[in-house]
């Protein structure tokens, strides 16, 4: 996630955001859109160090 932030310089992305990310030489389509969708709408569900973690990266609404 903090790869994504960096290449796209903010951490708010429509769900239907995909980029494409080398993996020990194989290229992966990562729908980044996908998971913060989701991982918002469980923000609720998330533990304090994950929350904590996310705060870290910048994201405001954890």
């Known amino acids: 996630m903090a790869a994504g932030i960096v290449r796209r310089g903010r951490?708010?992305?429509?769900?239907t955001a995909r980029s494409a990310w080398r993996i020990n030489g194989q290229e992966?389509?990562?729908?980044l859109?996908?998971?913060i969708c989701n991982?918002?709408?469980r923000r609720d569900k998330l533990?304090?160090?994950?929350?904590?973690a996310l705060v870290a990266l910048g994201v405001e609404w954890a």
């Open 11 to 15: 951490l708010r992305s429509p769900c």
């Open 28 to 31: 992966h389509q990562v729908k």
């Open 33 to 35: 859109g996908v998971w």
């Open 39 to 41: 991982i918002k709408s």
């Open 47 to 52: 533990s304090d160090n994950q929350r904590a």
